[in-house]
């Protein structure tokens, strides 16, 4: 089963121990309605570990991701195994504006945030 997803804005950002891809839907006024944030957690005791945040619901892992392809303004994510979070959905697929300042995120952050589970597609 696949969860789409459709977002205006893309950011990405690097904090002390994560990297981190944020999608968001906004309202005319700026609000945000929906968003998505992707995070690649590095500790110093711990193996790299990604999460995803749905509108405050938080699911990840060291196991979460088995490929993902990012396709001009479409990523697919696909789940090791069903997100309960979701309706166990195995599929995330997000579409976002391609804007110049997204597609810069998302070249910025895409490999950073989700390493070597990118398979396949182009940027």
Do not use: C, Q, W
Not at 95 to 119: P, Q, Y
């Amino acid at each position: 089963m696949s969860h789409s997803r459709f977002y205006d804005t893309v950011t990405f950002d690097v904090r002390d121990n994560a990297t981190m891809l944020f999608f968001a839907r906004t309202s005319d006024e700026g609000d945000i309605e929906d968003y998505m944030l992707l995070m690649r957690s590095v500790e110093d005791d711990f193996e790299e570990s990604l999460y995803i945040e749905i509108n405050e619901d938080l699911f990840g892992g060291h196991n979460l991701l088995s490929e993902v392809r990012l396709l001009d303004n479409t990523l697919t994510l696909i789940l090791h195994e069903p997100a309960k979070e979701l309706d166990n959905t195995s599929e995330i697929v997000l579409t976002f504006d391609a804007t110049e300042e997204n597609l810069a995120s998302m070249e910025a952050g895409a490999f950073r945030v989700l390493g070597d589970t990118i398979k396949g597609g182009n940027a």
